[in-house]
């Protein structure tokens, strides 16, 4: 199997930063998109910000100029630099995963996600 742990999560006021790491372990053959999601209270999960096995980067509109992903493939882990942080970037922040993992015998899709990180924001 393969898990996701995330660190970096915290308290921050308005304007100030943070950064998340995710580490990705076990079974993993390769690893393709590494994606931070987010969820605040009341509303869907988004795509925050991808980075694919090349480097080739995406974020939504919300928070370009502001965040960076960068990920260390040797490590297997993947990060998310936030800075200028505002309120309604407070949310459960998501690591996800998705490429191949290998048992003893088979190669398989991999899909796996953290159990979260929380960022809060205070105005």
């Known amino acids: 199997q393969v898990q996701l742990v995330e660190s970096g999560g915290g308290l921050v006021q308005a304007g100030g930063s943070l950064r998340l790491s995710c580490a990705a372990s076990?079974?993993?053959?390769?690893?393709?998109?590494m994606n931070w999601y987010r969820q605040a209270a009341g509303l869907q999960r988004e795509l925050v910000a991808s980075i694919t096995s090349s480097g080739n980067t995406h974020y939504i509109d919300s928070v370009k100029g502001r965040f960076t992903i960068s990920r260390d493939n040797a490590k297997n882990t993947v990060y998310l630099q936030m800075n200028s942080l505002k309120p309604e970037d407070a949310a459960d922040y998501y690591c996800?995963?998705?490429?191949?993992?290998?048992?003893?015998?088979?190669?398989?899709?991999?899909?796996?996600w953290g159990k979260g990180t929380l960022v809060t924001v205070s105005s």
């Open positions: 996800n995963a998705q490429g191949v993992r290998s048992t003893w015998s088979d190669y398989y899709g991999m899909d796996y």
């Open positions: 076990g079974s993993i053959f390769s690893i393709d998109a």
